[in-house]
T-cell receptor, first 116, second 115 residues
Framework: AQTVTQSQPEMSVQEAETVTLSCTYD???????LFWYKQPPSRQMILVIR??????QNATENRFSVNFQKAAKSFSLKISDSQLGDTAMYFC?????????????FGKGTKLSVIP | DTGVSQDPRHKITKRGQNVTFRCDPI?????LYWYRQTLGQGPEFLTY????????KSRLLSDRFSAERPKGSFSTLEIQRTEQGDSAMYLC?????????????FGEGSRLTVL
């Protein structure tokens, strides 16, 4: 069984500053995918960024980037130039690669507040 | 808007009553998922459909829960004899089997309160 741990229940950041959200995971799988999903208040959850474990290069999507450390089983999200619209719950998630894997395992989430 | 839609958005019921939630996925998506999210927790997987076939069920899905996806389009999640512990947000998501693994498109959820 896989577990995903987010050790920061809440964080805040000043607008335009940079913030890093932490995530660690535990698995015996050798190949898998990692994700950060964003859930704004009263709105649907959306995918922010996706990382394939066999790729050493860290994924980036505009202001969002990850620091993937496979040996340490760590997958942090960096948000640069924070904007008010980044205020949301952020969930780290994991899924094994391969056929028959349909179940995303989520962490408990980090509530991020961007302060004007 | 052609995103995932869920109905009703909010449901308040008394313990012991039955409730049903409906999910309409993105039309071209053949995969559909139900998750449950309680306060302070991340979403927990309940069940998965590929087209009309229910291929995976979590142990969280007790015999009071049943999900269907007739004709591989919309899905329903029914909870019979509701208990206070069933109070949660029920999230539906869909994806395409030709899309990137793990990229799910979520609805806004159906919030259940059991009194």
């Amino acid at each position: 069984a896989q577990t995903v741990t987010q050790s920061q229940p809440e964080m805040s950041v000043q607008e335009a500053e940079t913030v890093t959200l932490s995530c660690t995971y535990d698995t015996s799988e050798s190949n898998y995918y990692l994700f950060w999903y964003k859930q704004p208040p009263s709105r649907q959850m959306i995918l922010v960024i996706r990382q394939e474990a066999y790729k050493q290069q860290n994924a980036t999507e505009n202001r969002f980037s990850v620091n993937f450390q496979k040996a340490a089983k760590s997958f942090s999200l960096k948000i640069s130039d924070s904007q008010l619209g980044d205020t949301a719950m952020y969930f780290c998630a994991f899924i094994p690669a391969g056929a028959g894997s349909y179940q995303l395992t989520f962490g408990k989430g980090t509530k991020l507040s961007v302060i004007p | 808007d052609t995103g995932v839609s869920q109905d009703p958005r909010h449901k308040i019921t008394k313990r012991g009553q039955n409730v049903t939630f409906r999910c309409d996925p993105i039309s071209e998506h053949n995969r559909l998922y139900w998750y449950r999210q309680t306060l302070g927790q991340g979403p927990e997987f309940l069940t998965y459909f590929q087209n009309e076939a229910q291929l995976e069920k979590s142990r969280l899905l007790s015999d009071r829960f049943s999900a269907e996806r007739p004709k591989g389009s919309f899905s329903t999640l029914e909870i019979q004899r509701t208990e206070q512990g069933d109070s949660a947000m029920y999230l539906c998501a869909s994806s395409s089997s030709s899309g990137p693994t793990g990229e799910l498109f979520f609805g806004e959820g159906s919030r259940l309160t059991v009194l």
